[in-house]
C-alpha cells in the first residue's frame, strides 16, 4: 500500500559512498512514522523545482535553493520545506508563507559547533598555525622567531549577531580571559552583561576589539553589513572572522583591506560566492584561513540537525506544528490550518 504521504530528501546530503552524511539512525524517524515514504532526488540539484513541490508533501533540503517558482503551480502539494541547518536565505520564505508552505530549520544543533570553529579560528590566527606549519613542512624551522602570536589575556573580542550562537562564542571565551564586546541591535545589554560581555554600537566594536567574529542571520539588513568603513575602523594588527554567511561580508572590500595591510589577517568558512572560484585573491593570502562552508560538520553536528529537520516534517505531516517554524505567520494561512487541525489528513 503506497503511503499518502511522500518525504523527498536533496542529495547532496549524500557523501561519496551514498550514505547520508548526517548518519543513518536519523532517518529512523522517517522509517518509523506512520503513512509516510520517503527517498532521495533522482539527483542533485541546485535548486527545487515546482515538479518537486508536486510530486511531494515534505522536503528536506540542505545546500538546493527553494524559490518562489517552486509553489506557483496550481498542482502544488508541498507542505513543509525543512532546512538542513540553521540559515534559511536559500529559501523564498515570503513566497512559501504566501502559498501556505511551513519552512522549518534547526536552531539548537548550531550554537556550540559554530562557535567552537569560530573559536578554533580565533585560536589559530592568534598563534599563526597555518604559518608555523608551513615554515615546518618548508624547512624554515629558523624562522620561527619572526613570527610571534598574539596573546588573549586582556584583549578584546568583538561578536557581531549576539543571537544563539553568538552568545555562546562569548560564553566560550570568557575561559581565556578576553574583554567581550557584542554588537546587535536587538539583543539586550542586561543578557549581555550576564555572560560578560558589553554591549556597543558596531562602529565601537570593530574600532577596539583584536578579533572582531561575524556571526548573524542573512538578511536585507545584514547583506553587507561589514564593508570598507568597517575594516577602515579596525586595528592595523586585528583579525577577523566569517562564519555567518558570505554575503555579510563586501568580500572585493575585505580584499582591499587584507592586500594594504589594513588588518592582519582573517578566517573564513564562508564566501559570497559559493563554491569559492579558485582565482579569488583569498586564497592566495598567506595570512588568510579558508575552509569550505563546512568546518562544524561533526558526526554530533549532523545527526542532530538531521534529527530535528526530520522531526519537524513527521509533526507537519501528522498535522502538528513544527517546533521551529521561521515565519509563524504563514500557521494562519488557512491551507496550514486545514491540516493543522485536520490531523494531517
Known amino acids: 500500500m503506497t503511503a499518502p504521504f511522500r518525504v523527498g530528501i536533496t542529495r547532496d546530503i549524500l557523501d561519496s559512498r551514498g550514505e547520508p552524511a548526517f548518519g543513518r539512525a536519523a532517518l529512523a524517524i522517517l522509517d518509523d512514522a506512520p503513512g509516510i515514504g520517503w527517498e532521495y532526488l533522482p539527483e542533485v540539484v541546485r535548486e527545487i523545482s515546482a515538479d518537486h513541490a508536486a510530486r511531494y508533501d515534505a522536503l528536506y533540503v540542505n545546500m538546493a535553493r527553494v524559490p518562489a517558482a517552486v509553489v506557483a503551480r496550481p498542482d502544488c502539494r508541498l507542505r513543509a520545506v525543512a532546512r538542513h541547518g540553521v540559515g534559511y536565505d536559500a529559501v523564498d520564505v515570503a513566497a512559501m508563507t504566501r502559498a501556505g508552505v511551513v519552512v522549518t530549520h534547526t536552531p539548537m544543533p548550531m550554537p556550540r559547533p559554530v562557535a567552537t570553529i569560530a573559536l578554533t579560528f580565533i585560536l589559530a590566527l592568534a598563534g599563526k598555525l597555518m604559518l608555523k606549519d608551513r615554515l615546518t613542512r618548508t624547512g624554515r624551522w629558523d ?41 546587535d541591535p536587538y539583543v539586550n545589554a542586561v543578557e549581555l552583561a550576564y555572560i560578560g560581555a558589553r554591549k556597543v554600537p558596531l562602529a565601537t566594536l570593530m574600532a577596539e576589539a583584536d578579533f572582531v567574529v561575524t556571526c548573524p542571520l542573512l538578511n536585507d539588513e545584514t547583506r553587507h553589513l561589514i564593508g570598507a568603513r568597517e575594516f577602515a575602523r579596525m586595528k592595523p594588527t586585528a583579525y577577523f572572522v566569517n562564519v555567518a554567511r558570505g554575503p555579510v561580508v563586501d568580500e572585493s572590500a575585505l580584499i582591499a583591506a587584507l592586500a594594504a595591510g589594513r588588518i592582519a589577517g582573517a578566517a573564513l568558512d564562508v564566501f559570497e560566492q559559493e563554491p569559492v572560484d579558485p582565482a579569488n585573491p583569498l586564497l592566495a593570502m598567506d595570512n588568510v584561513i579558508v575552509t569550505p562552508h563546512s568546518l562544524c560538520w561533526t558526526d554530533e553536528c549532523f545527526h542532530n540537525m538531521a534529527t530535528t529537520g526530520l522531526a519537524s516534517i513527521v509533526d507537519a505531516l501528522a498535522g502538528r506544528c513544527p517546533e521551529f517554524v521561521v515565519d509563524r505567520a504563514v500557521l494562519v494561512h488557512p491551507r496550514v490550518r486545514a491540516w493543522l487541525t485536520g490531523g494531517g489528513q
Not at 165 to 178: K, N, P, S, V, W
Request: no cysteine.
Open 143 to 183: 624562522e620561527r622567531m619572526d613570527h610571534m602570536g598574539t596573546g588573549l589575556t586582556g584583549r578584546t573580542l568583538g561578536v557581531v549577531g549576539a543571537g544563539r550562537i553568538g552568545r555562546e562564542l562569548l560564553r566560550m571565551a570568557r575561559a581565556f580571559d578576553l574583554k567581550l564586546l557584542a554588537a
